[in-house]
């Protein structure tokens, strides 16, 4: 297969024919190599959860020894899909809550509560009392708050209750689907889909919803709103995205994973003169950091860390031979970098007791003494600077962009300098200049042609001033593709966006973060249902989501948050259920009559950002906005009259 077949990317095509002359293998080879796949896998109809079996589901056999037919097998399947992305999200935001605690307890000063507002805000919202105390004091009670939200006994999940409009927190302790704390509903699945216990599939599905809600409003919260206080919350700031960030020149270290404990620090002590210096003394000009997949994100947001490339581009970074460390940490690491970091002098480092892989070295990473290990890291990536062998190879390939959105700051941006608000994107939607708003996220998956479905799909919607928000490895690929530009909205928005864009001085994708950012997406929804006007709940709002690339369990995770949050949601690959006609049927139907959101598969990008539109136009009618209306001119006494609304 042509390099142009597997990536739309210049920079990843001329990497992935590099592979190919040099012999080595990529993720698009081993899919290859894999396929035909198994169609009982993906179908979800093959079970190995006892010994019994592994049992398929055929005509000839529609049901397992046990007698678990087509959907108690797919559903069981799906949940344990949705327990593991919930786990791997939640563990973060353990880690982060940990390191928070640590942080205040600890007298060394690696981190430091960086944003107090937040603090106070957060901690008002669980309830902790904030006049008239110090930051330490609110910290302590948060940092308790939120660890015991992970393993509470009794009650419900806190911000289950503080966040979420009123509306959906009623369709959910109707549908009895209020998550109780984090550990508990994932716990809870694996005993739900242990052998003999659950087979009635839609009553295993609420126990998925549940644990899902408790990843997005509970564990990705937590670690979202938990690291803008300790790291900082973002700002719109500028940086540079693909794999032409690397530089021949200088010491290249890259930052890989999901958490931004280490390579927040990573980057602080990168910069220190007595680092710097040695650099020099080694030939190089200097140390240049840069990210893949989410860590990247996280740096990115913070520091405008410039960022090599997205999940498929792991491999063809380490391929360029100028990356002296890969920094590991957790979640979505190809196991094959073990291997080929072998053939180059790049030094494979795991940081996390919990990810070890063959082939690399393992530092493990310390909280309290992060400064320390960081430098140990550094230098050993200056030391390694030497070491390079065989002719480096970096794509001439950069696109910049403006990252950094979060839901306080669009606030500021779409509110305008004097008037923070989210008044004027609710007018924008309901004056018709902008239909309505998408979320575009998720992975990239080698059985679509890399970046094609983000870009597509996230061009179709702004074409149709629909405004886009991003996170994950969708939000590189848009940042790579030049799309969070300002001026990418006279390109390729519609009237009524570029109109917005210009006025507000944003680019028409909104880079919102990492995987566990997407918990930032939920609360914006709830701040436009707060604002008022488009509805009392998430459900009625003009919005869709859609993940075009995704493969991973968080995936799954995700997608059921935002369907259970009341967002209709288009996935390229479809969950592995569809050898379950009557699961499926409710996935992506009757789940709509419980939750307000349902579940679309559609591996065509412009049909499934059709599908969106057509979605967010039928919100549009029931809420009564879609009426053909004279464009209201606003004077000054208009504007009073909205400001004290
Ligand atoms: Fe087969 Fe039932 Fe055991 Fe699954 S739980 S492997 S369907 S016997
Ligand atoms: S990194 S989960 S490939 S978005 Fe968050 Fe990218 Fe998907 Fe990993």
């Known amino acids: 297969m042509e390099p142009k077949e597997r990536s739309t990317d210049k920079a990843a095509q001329e990497m992935i024919g590099h592979m190919a002359e040099a012999g080595q293998q990529n993720a698009w080879d081993r899919l290859e190599a894999q396929s035909p796949q198994c169609g009982f896998g993906k179908q979800g109809i093959c079970c190995r959860i006892c010994t019994m079996g592994p049992c398929r589901i055929s005509k000839k056999t529609p049901v397992g020894i046990c007698g678990a037919d087509a959907d108690t097998i797919a559903a069981r399947n799906l949940l344990r899909m949705i327990a593991s992305g919930a786990a791997a999200h939640s563990d973060h935001g353990r880690d982060v809550a940990h390191t928070f605690k640590m942080a205040l307890e600890s007298d060394n000063g690696d981190y430091m509560v960086k944003d107090e507002l937040k603090l106070r805000e957060v901690a008002a919202r669980y309830g902790i009392k904030v006049e008239g105390r110090q930051t330490k004091e609110i910290a302590s009670d948060l940092a308790d708050a939120a660890l015991s939200e992970f393993g509470k006994q009794e009650g419900t999940l806190v911000s289950a209750a503080a966040y979420p409009p009123l509306a959906r927190q009623k369709v959910w302790q109707e549908f009895g689907v209020t998550p109780r704390s984090i550990d508990r509903e994932i716990v809870e699945i694996m005993h739900r889909t242990h052998m003999g216990v659950g087979s009635d599939y839609k009553n295993l599905i609420k126990q998925g919803i549940r644990a899902s809600l408790a990843d997005g409003w509970g564990g990705s919260l937590i670690a979202t709103e938990l690291s803008d206080i300790l790291f900082g919350s973002p700002w719109p700031i500028r940086f540079g995205a693909n794999l032409g960030v690397l530089d021949e020149k200088q010491v290249n270290i890259i930052v890989h994973g999901h958490e931004p404990t280490l ?283 859609a993940a075009p690339e995704w493969m991973s369990e968080k995936a799954v995770s995700i997608g059921m948050y935002f369907v259970a949050s009341g967002v209709y949601t288009v996935i390229a690959e479809p969950l592995p259920v569809l050898g379950a006609p009557n699961l499926t049927r409710y996935l992506t139907d009757e789940i709509e009559r419980d939750v307000g959101g349902k579940w679309a598969f559609e591996r065509d990008p412009i049909k499934a950002a059709e599908m969106m539109i057509q979605h967010i136009e039928s919100k549009r009618d029931a809420l009564g906005i879609n009426k053909e209306t004279e464009r209201k001119l606003y004077d000054m006494a208009d504007r009073r009259a909205l400001s004290i609304e």
């Open 263 to 545: 390579s927040d620090i990573i980057v602080a002590v990168s910069q220190e003169p007595e680092l710097m210096k040695m650099a020099e003394e080694k030939g190089a000009k200097g140390i240049n950091i840069a990210g893949i997949c989410c860590t990247a994100n996280e740096i990115l947001m913070r520091h405008g860390i410039p960022v090599a490339g997205n999940f498929l581009q792991q491999e063809l970074a380490m391929m360029t031979g100028v990356v002296e460390i890969m920094l590991v940490d957790v979640q979505c690491i190809m196991p094959a970098l073990g291997s080929l970091s072998n053939c180059f002098h790049t030094k494979l480092i795991t940081t996390s007791p919990k990810c070890k892989i063959a082939g690399a070295e393992h530092i493990e990473f310390e909280e309290d003494r992060a400064a320390e290990i960081a430098r140990q890291i550094v230098k050993l990536a200056i030391e390694n600077f030497a070491n390079r062998n065989g002719k480096a190879k970096i794509p001439k390939v950069m696109e910049r962009g403006i990252a950094g959105f979060t839901t306080e700051n669009i606030f500021y941006h779409l509110g305008g300098r004097f008037r923070g608000s989210y008044r004027p994107l609710n007018d924008g939607i309901i004056s018709g200049r902008l239909r309505g708003a998408a979320g575009v996220v998720g992975c990239n998956n080698p059985k679509q042609v890399h970046d094609y479905g983000h870009l597509t799909m996230i061009k179709e919607l702004i074409k149709n001033d629909v405004l886009v928000v991003s996170t994950g490895c969708s939000a590189i690929a848009a940042g790579k593709a030049g799309l969070m530009r300002p001026e990418a909205a006279a390109k390729y928005c519609g009237k009524g966006l570029h109109e917005v864009c210009e006025t507000v001085g944003i680019p028409p994708v909104l880079h919102v973060g990492s995987c566990v950012d997407n918990s930032r997406i939920l609360t914006i929804l709830a701040n436009v249902v707060a604002e008022g006007g488009l509805g009392d709940d998430i459900s009625d709002l003009p919005v869709a989501g």
